[in-house]
């Protein structure tokens, strides 16, 4: 089993900044991909970005791309979202995830979905 746990949440204006971050513990992650997903009130989860554990590919959601990085840290275990430029519509409950799969088209999509997945961390941005 894997434990994810999120942090960096909170609540900002539109055009501000936030950083989740999200440390990996239990069972040992060699392969595959980490990333987040969102969730806003009413709406399905989405997908927001991933990356590749190994080998450090990244991809994004349209939405997102240009305004979010994904990182991540092997030693520490972590994969970290750095958000910019947000906006009113980025406002939802972030969870981190892994053990998934992406396929890349057009769009980027989920072909296997996660196997692990945090709590959530609430992001809210203000108008």
């Known amino acids: 089993q894997m434990q994810l746990v999120e942090s960096g949440g909170g609540r900002v204006q539109a055009g501000g900044s936030l950083r989740l971050s999200c440390a990996a513990s239990?069972?040992?992650?060699?392969?595959?991909?980490m990333g987040w997903f969102r969730q806003a009130p009413g709406k399905e989860r989405e997908f927001v970005a991933a990356?590749?554990?190994?080998?450090?590919?990244?991809y994004y959601a349209d939405s997102v791309k240009g305004r979010f990085t994904i990182s991540r840290d092997i030693a520490k275990n972590m994969v970290s979202l750095q958000m910019n430029s947000l906006k009113p519509e980025d406002t939802a409950v972030y969870y981190c995830?892994?053990?998934?799969?992406?396929?890349?088209?057009?769009?980027?999509?989920?072909?296997?979905?996660?196997?692990?997945w945090g709590q959530g961390t609430q992001v809210t941005v203000s108008s």
């Open positions: 995830a892994a053990d998934f799969r992406v396929s890349v088209t057009t769009t980027v999509s989920i072909s296997k979905p996660p196997s692990y």
């Open positions: 239990g069972r040992t992650f060699s392969s595959g991909n």
């Open positions: 990356i590749g554990w190994s080998g450090g590919r990244t």
